[in-house]
């Protein structure tokens, strides 16, 4: 039917609409009528479909074809438009109010075309507009479909006779889905047609009769497939050859399980086999493995389940399993045909064991308050480390060789989290005297009860000496240290506040007096010198700005004024002898607080203080190259260019504000590092009262020419310490 016609056939039934009101699409009203209401009926316009239709463009209708219609009114353009080609042709409307236009699309690429159809007033102001329906450029062939593989068997036994083949569907040149696939079926030199070209439709398989001869299953064969587009034209014909397949694979694989003893009840251990020891004359198309109980193989934990034919292990999940009990995973192949081959077992044996904890090691003895180390390993039933999930472990501390009678509130620290199997602690202390059993325990795990004891014991400081807090990036443990420059107290080193420091002796004979004055007793060393000077940095009531990294930290006696060491005449006035006070000179305030509300006089300034490079055993001092010689540096450039031999660790401060390194050095009252590059020199730390601007709890003199271990100094004095 004319597009036009069927227009004015609807004209009644859209007139019985106009009744109760007036709108731009009655049209029993006039246009004139209309405009006098403000309505303006727009043109309309219709395509005549009768000499449009070739809505599948080839090779052999693809020179033109004709575009006609009708439009509302004589006058005005019509045009002919595309998404992509623009403008393609152009005509007007006619004394009879129609319009022709013919479209050439042979030079244009193949693909879909839909276009618009514009028609334009005289005036050109309105315009009316419609679609043509999509069209097809289809000129080359199309793409063959793709098989997964060339060749296959079939046994007719299991099929029933008959043979399934399946393919990827194509497209055609217009990027369209194939509107058919045709199959057929001859003998592999392709005289004789077994079964003829046979639509299937869209689909992309076709089940399909094994051939046969006097009255016996043909034993090869060819199956063709191609496809066919919207012009008719067909793909390029893809062969699958099949082959009567009634022989299994051959399957000589041997199963692995490991462990043979699985801690779980819902997962296998991890079964693994040879795959390329199952084979077949034709190809293996794929594995399967199943799950049976040992004791009765009829009863199927898991059924049949599908591999791929290079799979070389699995471990099953979501099993129902019974502890104690022994179960047997089969492996077989299937082959093409779907012959399958002889099953191979391997067993395991399903246990429920919780998961334990093991302490691994535990002190014997500890200091009240002292920091401690205990590793605990995490181990499921099978003696394995556990990596994962994370767990959380504590610790506990109990009075009776059972772990029941709980020594609460004896330990202090938090909990490890450990997702590597071994949960170490590093911070735990006791704060109270006693005999204990150590307890670990984490959810879901057997707790763990130490078979030894530790004994805690109370932990006291000398006469003189404070306790300092540990360290454990400087793996320093609590120890106690002189809280005065050491004095000379009828021969033998003391920490009181009367009297000047002991000046005019030797590094050796420092450490001499030290370890005179009893076992535990040291020259303090370099590790402990700097867990006491990176407590103090981070301590607020240390720096004239109240807060840590504000300001500088205390200096001590170092402005040179007066212009030698000072004793300490009032051990309440933390500024004695410097003629100082809060509100004048605070950076020569000689005291400094630690942690624990211990406080200690002149580690910086005053005097300078022989170290012993590392703690306990004969005395050692560093090996200094490369570092510059006789030359003082900001601690900053000692790391990064002066002396860069030196270990960072040995020297430069903690930084707990996180101020820029490169600017964190002696304005903050940090000190600076004085160079040496020869070894055999005293090291010594602190500075004195005559290093303005150097000196700092972490100055560090590498030595000096006169600074030999065994020769005496007039500005150097030593202090003890006592560890544990």
Not at 322 to 347: H, I, P, Q
Not at 541 to 554: D, I
Request: charged letters at 10%; aromatic letters at 8%; a negative charge.
């Amino acid at each position: 039917m004319n597009f036009r016609a069927g227009f004015r056939r609807l004209t009644p039934w859209i007139n019985s609409l106009c009744a109760p009101m007036v709108f731009a699409g009655c049209l029993s009203q006039s246009a004139a009528e209309l405009e006098q209401l403000g309505i303006t009926l727009a043109p309309y316009l219709v395509m005549d479909q009768s000499t449009g239709s070739a809505q599948v463009i080839t090779s052999v209708n693809s020179q033109a074809f004709v575009l006609a219609g009708d439009c509302g009114e004589a006058g005005g353009s019509v045009v002919i438009l595309h998404t992509s080609l623009g403008q393609v042709a152009s005509t007007s409307c006619s004394g009879e109010k129609t319009w022709s236009v013919s479209l050439d699309l042979s030079t244009a690429p193949d693909g879909i075309y839909e276009f618009s159809i514009r028609h334009t007033r005289l005036d050109g102001q309105r315009y009316t507009e419609v679609k043509t329906p999509a069209y097809y450029k289809v000129t080359a062939p199309p793409s063959a479909p793709s098989i997964e593989r060339s060749s296959t068997g079939v046994n007719p036994s299991l099929s029933g006779g008959t043979f399934t083949v399946q393919w990827e569907g194509s497209t055609d040149s217009a990027g369209q889905p194939l509107v058919s696939y045709e199959v057929k079926v001859v003998s592999p030199d392709g005289q004789t047609e077994y079964q003829p070209w046979t639509s299937v439709g869209e689909d992309t398989e076709a089940t399909l009769a094994i051939p046969q001869s006097g009255g016996s299953y043909v034993g090869n064969f060819v199956v063709k497939i191609k496809g066919v587009d919207q012009a008719q034209q067909s793909t390029a014909e893809q062969p699958i050859s099949v082959s009567l397949d009634q022989t299994a694979p051959t399957n000589s694989t041997s199963i692995s399980a490991s462990p043979s003893q699985m801690n779980s009840l819902n997962q296998s251990p991890s079964l693994s086999w040879n795959p390329s020891l199952v084979t077949d004359t034709v190809g293996v198309d794929r594995l399967e493995y199943r799950v049976v109980l040992q004791s009765n193989p009829a009863t199927v934990i898991k059924g049949w389940t599908t591999m791929t034919a290079t799979t070389s292990s699995v471990v099953i999940t979501g099993l129902s399993l019974t502890a104690g009990t022994d179960y047997l995973f089969f492996l077989r192949g299937v082959d093409l045909a779907g012959n399958a081959s002889s099953e191979t077992s391997g067993a395991w044996r399903a246990i429920q064991i919780t998961p334990t904890l093991i302490l691994s090691s535990i002190p014997s003895s500890a200091t009240v308050g002292s920091s401690m180390s205990v590793t605990v390993s995490l181990q499921d039933g099978n003696g394995n480390a556990i990596t994962s999930p994370d767990v959380s472990v504590s610790l506990e501390l109990f009075t009776d060789a059972s772990c029941s009678n709980s020594a609460s509130g004896s330990l202090s620290g938090s909990s490890v989290t450990s997702s590597s199997g071994v949960a170490s602690f590093s911070s735990f202390s006791t704060t109270s005297v006693g005999t204990y059993y150590v307890k670990a325990s984490a959810p879901g795990y057997a707790v763990a009860c130490s078979t030894g004891t530790l004994v805690v014991s109370a932990f006291t400081c000398p006469s003189g000496y404070i306790r300092v807090p540990g360290n454990s990036s400087l793996s320093v443990s609590d120890f106690c240290v002189m809280k005065y420059e050491a004095r000379d107290v009828g021969g033998s080193a003391a920490s009181v506040s009367t009297g000047n420091p002991w000046l005019n002796i030797s590094q050796n004979d420092s450490k001499t007096k030290c370890t005179a004055l009893g076992s535990n007793y040291d020259l303090i060393s370099n590790p402990e010198w700097m867990t006491i000077a990176r407590n103090v940095e981070a301590d607020a009531r240390n720096w004239s700005g109240s807060a840590v990294g504000s300001g500088a930290l205390a200096m001590g006696h170092s402005d040179n004024s007066p212009s030698s060491v000072l004793g300490i005449s009032d051990s309440n006035a933390p500024y004695t002898g410097t003629g100082n006070s809060t509100s004048s000179g605070w950076a020569q305030r000689r005291t400094l607080h630690l942690s624990n509300d211990e406080v200690i006089w002149d580690l910086s300034g005053n005097a300078w203080e022989f170290i012993d490079w590392t703690p306990g055993g004969a005395l050692d001092n560093p090996v200094y190259s490369p570092c510059v010689r006789h030359a003082w540096t900001t601690l900053p450039t000692a790391s990064t260019s002066s002396c860069t031999g030196l270990p960072t660790a040995s020297y430069l401060p903690g930084n707990p504000s996180n101020i820029l390194a490169s600017t964190y050095d002696a304005a903050y009252g940090l000190g600076a590092l004085f160079g040496y590059d020869l070894s055999g020199s005293a090291a010594h730390r602190g500075g004195d009262f005559a290093n303005v601007g150097n000196t700092g709890v972490f100055t560090l003199a590498l030595g000096a020419n006169s600074f030999y271990p065994t020769t005496p100094h007039s500005r150097v004095t030593f202090r003890c310490v006592y560890r544990p």
